[in-house]
């Protein structure tokens, strides 16, 4: 069994660090029972309410994924980058590290996808049955983090690429994962989750128990805030209490454990969308405009707008510039009064260009770095139009933000 450290967020293919416990040599080829990793899968292309993963996505569960029949590089997910993420998360799912496959869009651009876990490995040559559809599925929704922000998580499973194992930097048991959303049943996928004890603490924007969670593509089907503690087979022997074995007649469910505090990482092959908490309305520079000095409102959202759309770039330790997607200019504070509105700019570096992004209560709040300030729609106003500006932090629901990743 491996163990590793584990993130959850966007990052296309996130680093995971196989074979030692958080802290120690990434290096090292010693054994432990559980498994850290990278977790950002904003969405699983093609999974709707009645269409499963393997259908009409040019995925094949009777050939492996190597194979031209396996995975098809004319149809279905090759053909989309949203398609393409999804096929890395779902390699590095199924294969082991040190294996992965190559495949061609429908253009005749090769792309090479990593494995890493390797829950089901005999998926490279063979075909997916019903263990490696589970085990798979199960490891795609822990995975998935609708904000599309890489947060640290810690997996527990019966699967013997994953393992049983517990560490005190993971203490928020977020809940489990189980199903086949490669299949469907009475018309719906069986995309399945419960909730373990620590569910709302440190809750996680994107993340199961955030009111952007991944919730409303999973259904509990114990009951709504139904604990898996009071319904699953817990881990046997001495690993009771790191997990479960089978959840609902799955036999290969996935634990996740949550960090207590982290940083976010975002994925610069996303990008994101600002929804204020308060008012539901989006970040929106006024009229698609690429001048500087244009106004940052609030507004309807809008999920093909570009002007909504902005790439979340680092610049320094825990600080971001803010790049618009339809002018490639920044968001900028102007002043340090309560107030100051905020605008658009060519990147000069400066301060006022810059914000640290940290989660609040499932949200996230953007700090300006020259006023201290954070990015806020005024206080009661929920009109479309309406300028942001920056005041002092207080934690209101007019300064929290949710994000969704977009793929440009």
Known sequence: MLGSRVFIGAVLVPALVLGCQPGDDPLSDSTADNLSEINGLSMINGLSATNG??????????????????????????????????????VRCALPQGHSITKKDQNGTSYTFAGQIGVAPSWENNACDTTCQESVSACLMAHLNVAGVHVPIWLDSPISAIGYGSSSSYPNEEGTFFGNIFTTSNGKIPAYYCEGAGFANGIVPGRLGATTSAAGVFTNPFGSGALCSAHC???????????????????????????????????????????NSQSGLAMDV????????????????????????????????????????????????????????????????????????????????????????????PSGKKTSGTGLDTSTYNGTSNQDWDLFAVVP
Not at 302 to 325: D, E, G, P, R, Y
């Open 233 to 275: 087979s817990s881990a046997p022997g001495s690993s009771r209490g790191q997990g479960y074995a089978s959840c609902n007649g799955y036999t290969h469910p996935i634990t996740v454990w949550r960090a207590a505090s982290y940083r976010p990482v975002f994925d610069p092959a996303y990008a994101y969308r600002f929804i």
């Open 53 to 90: 993963l393997g259908s009409s996505n040019g995925l094949s569960m009777i050939n492996g994924l190597s194979s031209s029949t396996g995975l098809s590089s004319t149809s279905g997910l090759m053909t989309t980058t949203s398609g393409r993420i999804t096929v890395s998360y779902l």
């Open 286 to 377: 006024a009229a698609s405009s690429t001048a500087n000095g244009a106004s940052v409102l609030e507004y309807v959202p809008s999920t093909t707008k570009t002007n909504q759309q902005f790439q979340i770039v680092a610049t320094a330790s825990s600080t971001w510039k803010l790049i618009a997607l339809h002018s490639g200019k920044s968001i900028a504070g102007t002043g340090s009064s309560n107030g100051s509105s905020v605008q658009q700019t060519s990147y000069s570096g400066a301060s006022s260009q810059q914000w640290g992004i940290d989660d609040h209560n499932g949200h996230f709040k953007l700090v300006n770095k020259a006023s201290s300030d954070a990015l806020e729609t």
